[in-house]
């Protein structure tokens, strides 16, 4: 893609057909843009607010080269887009972030290996083959440590926690089909996250420090600011800066990390597409990270990340969606439903965002 920016009026191609596609379609309504949805599902939450909509397989060679005549600029609302349909797609029209990008995030060991090389901080971990590799691994990173399957994991599927090295023949046994990572736990303070936008120009623009809370390994709520020291909430915005320009980045990307109880930053994790943490500030930042990303796609200059306030997203899991009436009670509260029809256990159905009044200075970075 070259710095010329695609303006109002082209059509932006999206994979996937989820909610993130679905907030991206509807900003990008609002900032005159058509968005295209590709995905298999035939009532995808996207689609319903989307200028276009191709059900098909991701294998469909046909039905992707019809969508890549579609389009002007092909994005994704989940990282795990088939290698091969990035590639086919990207022989026809600008794909971003990049194959490049997608290669790295959506593979743990070469995520953890970029990040090494930037010289930011992880957790330990040990590429698995074999049970010897991970007899092995365990001897380096120690034990309690979490086995995890390279690619395709999500929500804490995939993983196995080791607490003892006798567990792990059973955890290899469980997971071993595929290519495995071996992290040490990590006993971090609390979990959060950082957003960064970076566009054609090179221009980079970062949101605060967040902390997310999780429960069964889905994120629950998210809390803006972080408790975080001034200190750590800018350590966190120079190592998300240091990822987008190392990954030339054209898009925006979450980055998930833990913080440790002497305000130390360790990179979990890396999404290169709008972030569930980031939902926030569709109400409570001046740029949502929606319209940030159509930003960043298109060559447009970026807008302002700062939040409005303090701030705190609840995702609405399964049934917890029922609760709308008790939400739209309160006149601050602005809730989103995705239009999902199953209320399955776990299943993200919606979020409410709430405005918190200014915390007093002295509170408001403690912790
Ligand atoms: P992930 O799919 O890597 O984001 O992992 C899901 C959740 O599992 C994280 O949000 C953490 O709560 C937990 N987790 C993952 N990896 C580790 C680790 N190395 N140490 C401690 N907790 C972890």
Known sequence: ??????????????????????????????????????????????????????????????????????????????????????????????????????????????????????????????????????????????????????????????????????????????????????????????????????????????????????????LQSTHVPAPASAETAEAAEDLARRIAEGLELRGLIGVELFVLADGGLLVNEMAPRPHNSGHWTIDAAVTSQFEQCLRALCGLPLGSAAPLGPAVMENLLGNQVERWMEILADPRAKLHLYGKGEARPGRKMGHVTRLLPPAPESKSRAR
Not at 14 to 41: F, K, N, S, V
Not at 126 to 154: C, E, H, I, R, W
């Open 1 to 218: 893609m070259s710095a010329t920016p695609l303006p109002p009026g082209s059509t932006i191609g999206i994979l996937g057909g989820g909610q993130l596609g679905r907030m991206l379609a509807l900003d990008a309504a609002r900032m005159g843009y058509r968005c295209h949805i590709y995905c298999p599902e035939a009532s995808a939450p996207a689609a319903e607010v989307a200028a276009a909509a191709t059900v098909a397989a991701y294998d469909d060679a046909e039905a992707l080269a019809a969508f890549a005549v579609a389009v002007d600029l092909v994005t994704y609302e989940f990282e795990n887009v088939p290698a091969a349909t990035a590639a086919t797609l990207a022989a026809k029209r600008p794909v971003e972030p990049s194959p490049k990008v997608l290669e790295i995030c959506q593979n743990r060991l070469k995520e953890k290996r970029f990040l090494t090389e930037l010289g930011l901080r992880t957790a330990p971990f040990a590429a698995v083959d074999s049970l010897q590799d991970l007899q092995a691994g365990l001897a380096k990173v120690g034990t309690p440590a979490v086995l995890k399957t390279t690619q395709f994991g999500y929500d804490g599927k995939g993983q196995r926690l080791i607490e003892d090295p006798a567990d792990a023949a059973a955890a290899f046994a469980d997971l071993g089909r595929a290519a495995l990572i071996l992290e040490g736990f990590v006993t971090f303070a609390y979990e959060a996250s950082v957003l960064v936008a970076r566009n054609a120009l090179g221009e980079v623009a970062c949101y605060p420090l967040v902390e997310n809370r999780h429960r069964d390994h889905i």
